[in-house]
């Protein structure tokens, strides 16, 4: 039962915001940019933000050379470049906002490893850059397969060797915890523990109802649940996809640093300190993996830990430290979903794996819809 004071200050907003991934943390964030009176609440069924923000690996990135050869297959060539913008104005925007220090963000490079089937993307490097070169202002993939062998990889299964000096790596943990210590300072209200089960359009406002019972109103909704939006909106187009990652204990003498992708990204892999981070394998049963339940299965695990063995660590000791997994959202081709669902509810969701760098624009984005 609530009471005269709880229904007086807590229940009503102008804005609500589902979800405190990095997307509703952004959305939040903006939205108190433009509007600092604005009362602004964000709703999180988990104890802290629960599905991709705070799992994933960390890579600040927007695509390797295989990665934007294969999406050119799919997609004209002007919408590739306008992702990758999004992606890159994205990583800015953050670092802006959070800082580089408090996002321990490391512009230590990227690589791509080349495989054979990979050798033919070489031909394809240039009019890649050519592409991006608006962007960037200068070449973004270079051929740095003359320091292969520096690196100690097992050089009988990588052929080449892709280097992209825009690329870095950050702490998701600090990312988030910044970007929500930045909201609440901005006076957004964050809820935790808080499960939306349903929302309602009315002709005085919105009502978000939830497990708990308790229901709030606003005048405008953002939803931004990436993998878990079927609950609220059951005919949208998207399936999640589970990732796995793994981290290593320390290890001595480790030959390099930098974020490490292959086979068109569906593998990662970087050093945290000494340790090396590892995900991927999501190909070896995309349909398998399509699923909300976090859970690290065996298939993937194992195959890991063999590349671990195999390729990337051939002559090192490395023991596992601990395995974990995450939930992001997929579609038939890249492409977010940015959209007003209705004059009041506008919906920022289906981030797949780049959605660190996508994630405060797209906020910044719906943060737009939200003041319009
Ligand atoms: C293993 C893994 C590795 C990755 N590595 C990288 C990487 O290195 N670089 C990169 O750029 N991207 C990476 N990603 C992708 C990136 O993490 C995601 O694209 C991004 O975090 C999505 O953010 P989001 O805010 O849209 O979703 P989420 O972070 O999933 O946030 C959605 C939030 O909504 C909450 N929620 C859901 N339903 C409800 C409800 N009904 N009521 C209330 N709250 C609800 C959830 O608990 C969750 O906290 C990775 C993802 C995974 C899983």
Known sequence: MLS?????????????????????????ISIKESTPKARVLVLERGTFPTGASTKNAGFACFGSLTEILSDLKLMPESEVFNLVKLRWEG???????????????????????????????????????????PLFKEPVYHDRTSVLDKLGFDSSKIEGLVFNPFEAQLHSGKMM????????????????????????????????????????????????????????????DLAPGRGVVLVTKPIANLKFKGTFHYDEGYYYFRNYQDRILFGGGRNLDVKGEETTEFAVRDLLINKLKLDLKEMILPNQKFEIDHVWSGIMAFGPNKQPILENYSENVHVGIRLGGMGVAIGSKMGFELAQRMLR
């Open 91 to 133: 990583l800015q925007l953050l670092r802006a906002r959070v800082g580089d220090k408090a996002l321990d963000y490391q512009n230590l490079g990227g690589y791509e490893l080349m495989r054979s089937p990979d050798m033919t993307a070489f031909e394809e490097m240039q009019k890649v850059n050519e592409l991006l070169l």
């Open 4 to 28: 005269f004071w709880e229904k007086d200050e807590f229940l009503n907003y102008d804005h609500i915001v589902i979800g405190a991934g990095i997307v509703g943390l952004s959305t939040a």
């Open 177 to 236: 915890k910044s970007l929500a210590a930045l909201a609440t300072g901005l006076g957004v209200e964050i809820f935790t523990g808080t499960s939306v089960s349903q929302f309602d359009e009315g002709p005085d406002g919105i009502e978000v109802q939830t497990d708990s019972g308790i229901s709030f109103k606003a005048r405008k909704l953002a939803i931004c649940t990436n993998a878990f939006s079927k609950r609220l909106l059951p005919e949208v």
